[in-house]
């Protein structure tokens, strides 16, 4: 949780598909231009949804994604939040050091995700899952 | 943009003929109001007893992880609760209850807990009701007038939730919209194949095989991808970009990435995708120049070959 920021009604969404990663970052993406985000943090907030939620379909087995907007002192913001139930990072700091996928692919989506926004949480255990929390920051707030 | 997730709600004409349907007619609403009193000395137990229910059972609990928020949600379901013994429902009260319905959805709370849990709360008004000084006759009429007015909230209810996965079914459509993508030959030898909305994986790989099949039967030498339609470039259409790229090389063609916005650089870089080993141009048109110039053509211009 971010300390002193404001969070309004939460909208929960299923991650059990391939579609829904699209469905959720739509809302992301909506949501950040709702809130006034310009063109750049809209992009980075997108794009860290794609990826986040993409693991939790592809790596955790699935779960679901919690999106909020916040405000803290006159700044607004979007908080995200992956939950899923699966196998949890075995090696939490491999997988965040990036270019190491477990699949196929390049295996940067974690440590990518992290550099695009302004506050990155992680939480996992093995066998337990794995909760993902962003924040980020409208970058010029009205 | 979506329609707002409000489901519609009923006039006053369909209101009139649910009413009737539910056997809720003026008679119920009065009974209803008659029992206010009951209702006010017995809904603190019932509501603390139905949290406590929902409280021990798993599929409920994980909603209600935070003891503020079960505080809140008691408060709610207080006036929830003296709402049904108002003796009046009118549209308001319809609009009210599809709310309730349309939170709970939103909360991805699977309507079988939601309408559990209000049989749940059916009984303990009847385990209440039960124990009234009235006749048998009585109690009868009451647990009937209030089981009518608690199904026909849980309908409202539904109808909410019914509107709330028409929406998100909407959702999808347009998601899957998104996803088709044709080949187009734009010059001899030179294929351009651009990119809309979302590259989900299992059409990447179709339209892969297809951009590869494209390439051979033409003998094809650029294939100018075109990505100013995509709305993210995540990792995953990175990757589909780079593994593309390296399957027409090995076709003896080249490939030309145009159409990347100042916002998808940033984001990749950030990411940690390297793409410079693509040629890239800013716009399809410079990138078609390009083309033409790997292929050692050029378009000059009449006046150029006249001099
Ligand atoms: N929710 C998750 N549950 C379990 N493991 C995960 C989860 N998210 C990431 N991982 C692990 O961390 C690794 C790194 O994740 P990351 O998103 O960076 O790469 P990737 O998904 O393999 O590839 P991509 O570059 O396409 O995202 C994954 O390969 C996977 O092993
Ligand atoms: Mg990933």
């Known amino acids: ?36 985000f310009d063109a750049f943090a809209v992009a980075a907030i997108t794009t860290a949804a794609s990826e986040l939620s993409r693991n939790v379909w592809c790596h955790g087995g699935g779960g679901h994604a919690l999106l909020e907007t916040v405000s803290d002192a006159g700044r607004v913001g979007l908080r995200l939040r992956f939950i899923d139930e699966g196998p949890g990072i075995a090696d939490l ?36 899952g794995t909760t993902i929390e962003v924040l980020k920051w409208a970058r010029f707030p009205h | 943009m979506l329609p707002d997730t409000t489901p519609v709600t009923p006039d006053a004409h369909t209101l009139a003929l649910r009413l ?38 798993p599929e409920t609990r994980d909603y209600l992880d935070d003891p503020a928020l079960v505080e809140r949600l008691k408060r709610k379901q207080a006036a929830y609760f003296l709402g049904m ?14 709310k309730v319905g349309a939170v709970h959805a939103k909360l991805a709370v699977a309507t079988q807990w939601y309408v559990g849990a209000c049989t749940h709360y059916l009984q303990l008004i009847h385990e209440h009701l039960h124990r009234e000084r009235a006749s048998d006759e009585e109690r009868r009429a009451s647990f009937e007038a209030i089981e009518r007015i608690m199904h026909f909230d849980v309908s409202l209810a539904i109808d909410a939730y019914i509107a709330r996965h028409h929406e998100s079914r909407l ?35 179709r339209v892969m095989e297809s951009v590869l099949v494209r390439i051979g039967e033409e003998h094809a030498r650029v294939l100018l991808l075109d990505i100013a339609g995509v709305t993210v470039v ?8 780079l593994k593309t790229t390296s399957a027409v090389r090995l076709l003896g063609a080249k490939t030309i990435l145009t159409g990347i ?8 870089v950030e990411l940690g995708v390297d793409l410079t080993s693509l040629y890239t141009r800013n716009t399809l048109s410079d990138g078609l120049d390009l083309a033409l110039s790997l292929l050692d053509k050029q378009i000059r211009t009449i006046d150029q070959e006249r001099v």
């Open chain 1, 1 to 36: 949780m971010t300390p002193g920021a404001h969070a309004s009604s939460t909208e929960r969404l299923q991650i059990e598909a391939e579609a829904d990663v699209v469905v959720v970052r739509r809302r992301a993406r909506e949501l950040a231009i709702a809130q006034g």
């Open chain 1, 93 to 128: 700091e491999l997988a965040l050091r990036g270019g190491c996928s477990t699949g196929r692919s390049l295996g940067l989506g974690l440590s990518g995700s992290r550099r695009l926004v302004d506050a990155f949480h992680i939480e996992t255990s093995p066998g337990e």
């Open chain 2, 20 to 57: 009737r349907f539910f056997r809720i007619d003026p008679g119920v609403l009065a009974r209803l109001a008659a029992l206010r009193p009951f209702a006010e000395r017995t809904m603190s137990d019932i509501i603390d007893r139905f949290y406590e229910h929902l409280l021990s059972q």
């Open chain 2, 85 to 98: 013994f108002r003796g009046e429902i009118d549209l308001a009260y319809v609009q009210g209850r599809m």
């Open chain 2, 171 to 205: 959702r999808h459509q347009e998601a899957i919209r998104e996803l088709s993508t044709p080949v187009i030959r734009v010059h001899d030898r030179v294929l351009l194949l651009p990119l809309v909305g979302t590259i989900d994986s299992a059409r990447a790989q």
């Open chain 2, 234 to 241: 995540d990792t995953q259409v990175a990757d589909y970009l």
């Open chain 2, 261 to 268: 916005s100042p916002q998808v650089a940033r984001t990749v």
